[in-house]
């Protein structure tokens, strides 16, 4: 079954970073695209970036791209978001999903909340 | 980057068709054929139910298509069924290969 399995929530203070994992089961993440996608509550989807397993290059939407940083481990089917420097606005849904035009399967979410 | 411009809501009795709409500029919707729709009940991941303006994933059903014409991009429902009622998002590529999504839309099955 081809799906992504995402780490668990998260409670932060604001200032600190957080790291969340995608783990891919039923394909492998050569030659993919993961992107990293959020939702404030009762928001809409927003997109952070994604990065290409096969060239290592990340592309990230221009008001988070002083703060976020996607890696992947393809050794082990992984890939991470890293937010740093947290802040209340912060506080949201966090999803992977794989695809460059399109996006599927997705990760199940990973709540995130940042608290002073 | 803007977001793409939904309706905050739609809705259709059982049976009935619906249609939503997705504007962008000629930089994203109308500069790519990228545009894909997505489905998501409460508390639930997203699922895309079309790809690529009009491209039905395996195992969608034939109930959704999509459409566009020029930076509009649109998503039918017919033979609306209560298991429709969720919210609904567009995304498309983007000139600089970001993506950009639009506001969402729910859709309420009377």
């Known amino acids: 079954q081809v799906q992504l399995v995402q780490s668990g929530p998260e409670v932060k203070k604001a200032g600190a970073s957080v790291r969340v994992s995608c783990k891919a089961s039923?394909?492998?993440?050569?030659?993919?695209?993961i992107n990293w996608v959020r939702q404030a509550p009762g928001r809409g989807l927003e997109w952070m970036g994604w990065?290409?397993?096969?060239?290592?290059?990340?592309n990230y939407a221009q008001n988070l791209q002083a703060r976020v940083i996607l890696t992947t481990d393809t050794s082990t089917k992984t890939a991470y978001m890293e937010l740093r420097s947290l802040t209340f606005d912060d506080t949201a849904v966090y999803f992977c999903?794989?695809?460059?035009?399109?996006?599927?399967?997705w990760g199940q979410g990973t709540r995130v909340t940042v608290s002073s | 980057q803007s977001a793409l411009t939904q309706p905050a809501s739609v809705s259709g009795s059982p049976g009935q068709s619906i249609t939503i709409s997705c504007t962008g500029i000629n930089s994203d919707v109308g500069g790519h054929n990228s545009v894909s729709w997505y489905q998501q009940h409460p508390d639930k991941a997203p699922k895309v139910v079309i790809s690529d303006v009009n491209n039905r994933p395996s195992g969608v059903s034939n109930r959704f298509s999509g459409s566009q014409s020029g930076n509009t991009a649109s998503l039918t429902i017919s033979g609306l069924q209560a298991e429709d009622e969720a919210h609904y998002f567009c995304s498309s590529l983007t000139a600089t290969d970001t993506v950009v999504f639009g506001g969402g839309t729910k859709l309420t099955v009377l």
């Open positions: 999903a794989r695809g460059w035009k399109h996006f599927d399967p």
């Open positions: 039923g394909f492998t993440l050569d030659n993919q695209h």
């Open positions: 990065i290409s397993t096969y060239e290592g290059n990340t």
